[in-house]
């Protein structure tokens, strides 16, 4: 009976060059790259084609919380440093980086990317920002230029400053504090713990987590109304460790330092006071301290980092457990999933047998870019999962 059982499922590739903990993940430049953050803020990116690295440097000089990009060559981290930064990094800019990673040489001064934003945030929370474009119109008495070096305006979201349960939301490339959240007065909450946020024409919305267990949804329908709040919950006994939207933004999924995954509306404009909203399903799932929930960009499965070292990944139509990963030893704090994109079909020449003796150099080139080509598009296409772990190793799984 024993002899039919599938062997554990086995990461595709380790990447090692980190000498601390692993906070933050985030797949760039359509599957080619990923990002990984960790706890003395240090940044590598990685060229998944070749699984080495192509830019190493000091972003932060505590540890990262979080990660994102903004359009093609723009690179955010938000440290602990209560810096939230923007850096100038496509894949051209990668050739003035250093290359060696921080675990071989973690002494040695790196030249960094151009720094082309620096924003001063509230840290202390160990909540990362969230971050969306900006699709609400401008405030009528203010006047736009459309400048094409620049990609479309986004909305960040991070804890207040001063009020450590308040939400601020800043708007960039203005760097203005577009909007604030208010902590709840009703209710206890405790620091916010993870945040996400949306936005369209006619509608913001910031879905909050909090020390107390609390969840809730806050609404803005036009620029210069304020937020209010639409949706509240407590599924959570213990404080929510993270939380991600449904690719079809109509729920989303928190987790906790207990055992629970719970999913919550997210509800349209339409339908904003509907008071009577309650969480859509509660799972006790047996397995404290999962975070790092992330979805995937077809929507169909989620994934958590445990303490217990394992990675889980999980249906996000029945919310039942599909995989259990389990390579590191210890803690898994981040995960991230490639976004699911197939690659255009590319037409290379091939080489005939009868020609591969006379190569000229010209085509030798071209036979060189065809195989970079090709470990491209096999990156791009690859069902990535990455998992981050105390230990400073990334795991990279290939599965569904």
Known sequence: MSSDLLPPAQPAFILRGHAAQIHALHFTAGNVRLLT???????????????RPVGVWKAHSTAILGLGSWGSDRIISHGRDNKLLVWQLGITDEKDLDKTPPVDAASVARKQPWLLYALTVNALNFCSFAMC????????????????????PILIAVPNTIDSGGIDIYHLPSQTRAAQIHSERSVTTGMVMALSILADSHLVQVAASYESGHTMVFVQNDPAASF???????????????????????????????????MHPLPAGQSIWNTELKPLKVVQTGHYGQQG?????????????????????????????????????????????????????????????ENENSITPSEENSALSTIQQRRDDKARSTHWLAAGAKDGKVSLWDIY
């Not at 474009?133 to 479309?152: E, H, L, V």
């Not at 389990?326 to 005939?352: D, E, M, R």
Request: aromatic content about 10%; overall charge positive.
């Open 228 to 262: 209010q709040k639409l949706y509240s919950a407590r599924s959570h006994k213990q404080p929510i460790l993270s939380m991600s939207i449904s690719p079809s933004k109509d729920h989303y999924v928190t987790s906790a330092a207990d055992a629970v995954i719970a």
């Open 133 to 152: 474009r900006d699709g609400m119109p401008p405030i009528s008495a203010q006047k736009t230029i459309k400048d094409n070096r620049i990609p479309d």
């Open 293 to 353: 929930l992330k979805y995937r960009s077809d929507g169909r499965v989620f994934a958590t980092a445990g303490w217990d070292s394992s990675i889980r990944v999980y249906s996000s139509k029945t919310m039942k457990e599909l995989a259990v990963l389990k390579w590191h030893k210890v803690g898994c704090y981040a995960t991230s999933f490639a976004n699911i994109n197939p690659p255009a079909v590319h037409q290379q020449p091939v080489l005939s047998k």
């Open 37 to 51: 953050a960790d706890a003395d803020g240090w940044i590598v990116s990685w060229d998944l084609s070749y699984k």
